[in-house]
């Protein structure tokens, strides 16, 4: 019989806890079908998940189908619980993601995605609620393969094996020929992630589940396990005696009760659950999931016999929160008590600062928080409470440094030499090795790369735990008598360290992925908050609605779905969740008001310990690679003259070109204010009248409202660009006034935007995501104060918005027919004899200096 291990992920509210009911029920596991508002469902059997109605732990259930025997493993919806979802992935052999056919693709089913795709494990997808949702099969699928994948494939239709030959070459093939697919050829693309099939029901009515029992079955493989011993461990928790579980998959081999793991550990017990209950066996076998009782040293994610190591999470809580306890319990005590939930969530994060004798943990969000909060009260008897939270800043680096880290007090001695190079955003801590064993023992080096894996290493801007970055052992040094054990620890957190105050390092800030969705006439209020909020988003239409995507800061997205319903009047629809770390706004702002001083933080030093006529002294950060003992790793470079400029053959003083002025065009006269002719006797003068006059022109509408540009970009936009470039110079030296082009770049990816000052006026081209018409509404906002500000576009919603922020506007065909009379009047004036007068006089200035 095949074995497989399922696991059932969705958004919340999708109906997985039903699917999961309905899966069980029709696999003959349950008689009775459970219902998440009855509060009796299989899996969700915690009162904390009853009476919220969600699932918050992680649980396993088996049952069989046909020729298989399911493992299927339920997880958490919500987004709070997400680092509990992630770690199910690593023992997934294949994965249900249900999507709510009411509502289609939402955020967190985006976020699931990508994890599935980062772990690499084959998706069924199952398209709940058609029994009550709006919109069709068809709808659904193209939502999904836009957002999701193209090769997401609805099975349910007859025609599914044509569909499934176009998303291969080979298979196309095999099909043409034979016009049929075979079962191998399917399985073999779904099992590597080529093809996502689809199905379509209503778990609550039992509707489409067969379909898919039936498709899993039929298009599932079953892996292939080395023969040799390999475990993986998952998950820690406690029975309801209090005894510790290690949950594991079985990844090679086999192992039985009474065996003594590479930890020393001897196995007491291996129970295999479904729900509640648990079966004791004696042996466990490659791809089983079960849990080992009388473990007391492992950790989640450990691995033992000849399964590789875990890879870092990619998700993990980013608001830090301060833990008061409420009965008369010391803050070090309670933190030997509540050390023990971070067995069972390394994310959770809990540490004690003995200088401010506080307990701070880490958490997704205020569900997670009211949760924890209970359990802590069921499980020690502790009344707790949590201060309002902090963002949880990360730190990495800019550019590769070595570090260099030394401990040699009397009869001590390590040294340790440690590579730093930063990783892209979300790759987390690489910890490898390219020391030479000549250099440093195996031993030795093991130790190193154990110390650098198993320790949250903090950054020297903040104190926050740095990340993406890659620590390479190149080089490190014992002492055949004096090495001790906790020598070369010393030595590897001293030379991480160094390397980090040695280097450029970068403040991370968490942000939130958002969608909103308005009515338009609150497009320019949202994204003038969004531009505020420093965020980056594009705009689409939605019907009769507005629909805004991008990212923005956490620290000040927080609060703002408030601040939505009240603008929109409960009309406006706000979804977000946790993107990523990315560089921090105002790093300087924030680095000032966590006031960090590395040098001050006894418990992760930043400089060596050398030793000198029998005792050891302290050798600064910056003073350490003048002491240490073996070479350097990187070589710094040659420093390179820099260039200097080529100086001019010639110089014209300002004094040299009046002369000219005043002798090809007479004297300058200089007026003064009083003889200046009042264009009006009004006493009252209007505010815009005094303020200094400003234009902004929306470029593009500005070409593709002239003809002569219009036609020109057709075929050469950039040259249609200089040209309005040219063209917009003149206009302002007719004008005098402040003139700024503004050109879209919203669409050029990674685009930072740029501003630069071309003779007389300002070119601006937007940042990514920012379109021209956000650009200057947000200046006309941030300007009017200071100048009297016209726009010239002829974008009717813009024009509108403008005048609402109190500018002026003016059409493109107004300002091209200005611009057209004032070059018409200029070509009236203009004299060539004068002008030639005038180039031959500077032309004599040159020769003379020559």
């Not at 493989?221 to 820690?236: N, Q, S, T």
């Not at 609402?804 to 200029?826: P, Q, T």
């Amino acid at each position: 019989m095949k074995q497989l291990v399922i696991g059932t992920l969705a958004h919340v509210d999708a109906g997985k806890t039903t699917l999961n009911e309905s899966l069980l029920y029709t696999g003959g596991a349950i008689r009775k079908l459970g219902r998440v508002d009855h509060q009796d469902s299989f899996l969700d059997y915690d009162t904390q998940e009853r009476s919220r109605g969600i699932t918050i732990y992680m649980k396993q259930a088996r049952f069989e189908y046909h020729d298989c025997s399911f493992t299927m493993i339920d997880t958490p919806g919500h987004v709070d619980f997400s680092t509990e979802m992630e770690r199910t992935l690593r023992v997934l052999d294949y994965a249900i993601l249900v999507i709510s056919g009411s509502e289609g693709v939402q955020a967190h089913t985006l976020t699931i995605w990508n994890l599935l795709k980062h772990y690499n494990i084959p998706v069924f997808l199952f398209i709940n609620k058609m029994d009550i949702t709006h919109k069709t099969k068809e709808e659904l699928m193209n939502d999904i393969q836009k957002q999701l994948h193209s090769n997401c494939i609805d099975f349910t239709n007859s025609d599914y094996e044509e569909a499934v030959a176009l998303c291969d070459e080979n298979l196309l093939n095999e099909y043409l020929n034979t016009n049929a697919l075979q079962l191998d050829s399917v399985s073999e693309l779904i099992f590597n992630r080529k093809v996502f099939p689809c199905f379509f029901g209503s778990a609550l009515k039992l509707d489409g589940i067969d379909d898919l029992l039936t498709g899993l079955a039929t298009f599932s493989k079953e892996k292939k396990y080395p023969d040799e011993f390999g475990a993986i461990v998952y998950k820690i928790s406690k029975d309801e005696k209090g005894n510790r579980l290690t949950h594991v998959k079985i990844t090679g081999g086999s192992i039985a009760v009474k065996s003594i793991l590479d930890n020393g550990e001897k196995i007491d017990q291996i129970r295999v659950y479904s729900g509640t209950k648990f079966d004791a066996v004696n042996e466990a076998t490659a791809g089983m999931i079960c849990c080992f009782k009388g473990l007391e040293k492992t950790q989640l994610n450990d691995v033992f016999g000849n399964e590789k190591e875990v890879s870092t999470p990619m998700i993990s809580s980013y608001m830090s929160y301060r833990i008061h306890i409420l009965d008369k319990v010391d803050n070090i005590k309670g933190y030997q008590m509540l050390k023990e939930l971070q067995d069972e969530d390394p994310q959770l994060r809990i540490s004690y600062s003995q200088a401010n004798d506080e307990i701070r943990i880490q958490l997704m969000g205020d569900v997670q928080y009211e949760v924890l909060q209970k359990l802590i009260l069921e499980r020690y008897k502790l009344n707790v409470a949590f201060d309002f939270g902090k963002i949880a800043y990360k730190e990495t680096i800019a550019e590769k440094v070595e570090g260099v880290g030394h401990y040699e007090p009397l009869r001590h001695y390590a040294e340790v030499h440690i590579l730093l190079e930063p990783l892209p955003i979300g790759s987390g801590i690489e910890v490898i090795s390219k020391c030479h064993t000549d250099t440093l023992t195996k031993n030795y080096q093991n130790q190193v790369l154990s110390l650098l894996d198993g320790k949250e290493h903090l950054g020297v801007l903040t104190g926050s735990p740095i990340t993406d970055i890659r620590l390479t052992l190149v080089s490190g040094k014992a002492h055949d008598k004096h090495t001790e054990g906790g020598d070369f620890l010393q030595a590897t957190y001293r030379a991480v360290r160094h390397g980090l105050k040695s280097t450029t390092s970068i403040l991370l800030e968490p942000f939130y992925e958002f969608k909103i969705i308005i009515s338009p006439e609150y497009i320019s209020r949202v994204t003038y908050d969004l531009e505020t909020m420093h965020g980056s988003f594009t705009v689409n239409d939605l019907d009769d609605l507005v629909c805004i995507t991008g990212s923005a800061p956490v620290r000040f997205m927080q609060g703002y779905q408030t601040t939505l319903a009240s603008l929109t009047r409960g009309s406006g629809k706000f979804t977000c969740h946790f993107k990523d770390y990315e560089p921090c706004i105002e790093s300087e702002k924030v680095i000032e008001e966590i006031n960090y001083d590395s040098e001050t933080d006894i418990e992760n030093p930043t400089g060596s310990v050398f030793c000198k006529q029998g005792a050891g002294f302290y050798v600064p950060w910056n003073e350490v690679t003048s002491y240490m003992h073996l070479p350097p790793y990187l070589t710094k470079p040659k420093a390179i003259e820099p260039i200097k400029p080529a100086t001019n053959r010639y110089h014209v003083s300002d004094e040299e070109l009046q002369k000219v002025i005043e002798r090809t065009f007479g004297p300058v006269k200089t007026r003064l204010y009083h003889e200046y002719k009042r264009s009006d006797d009004s006493s009252s003068v209007s505010i815009k009248d005094v303020l200094m006059p400003c234009l902004l022109v929306d470029g593009y509408n500005i070409i593709h409202s002239w003809p002569a540009l219009k036609e020109l970009a057709s075929t050469d936009l950039y040259n249609a660009r200089i040209q309005l470039i040219d063209y917009m110079n003149n206009y302002q030296g007719f004008k005098n006034n402040l003139l700024i082009l503004v050109f879209d770049a919203y669409k050029v990816k990674e685009n930072p935007g740029k501003i630069s000052k071309i003779n007389n006026i300002y070119v601006v081209y937007t940042k990514e995501s920012e379109t021209a018409d956000t650009y200057i509404e947000r200046v006309t906002h941030d300007l009017s104060k200071k100048y009297n500000i016209t726009v010239a576009t002829s974008d009717g919603m813009e024009q509108l918005i403008i005048l609402g922020n109190g500018a002026n506007r003016i059409s493109a065909r107004e300002l091209i027919l200005d611009y057209e009379k004032l070059m018409e009047g200029f070509r009236k004036d203009y004299d060539p004899e004068l002008t030639k007068s005038f180039n031959m006089a500077l032309e004599d200035i040159r020769k003379q200096n020559d």
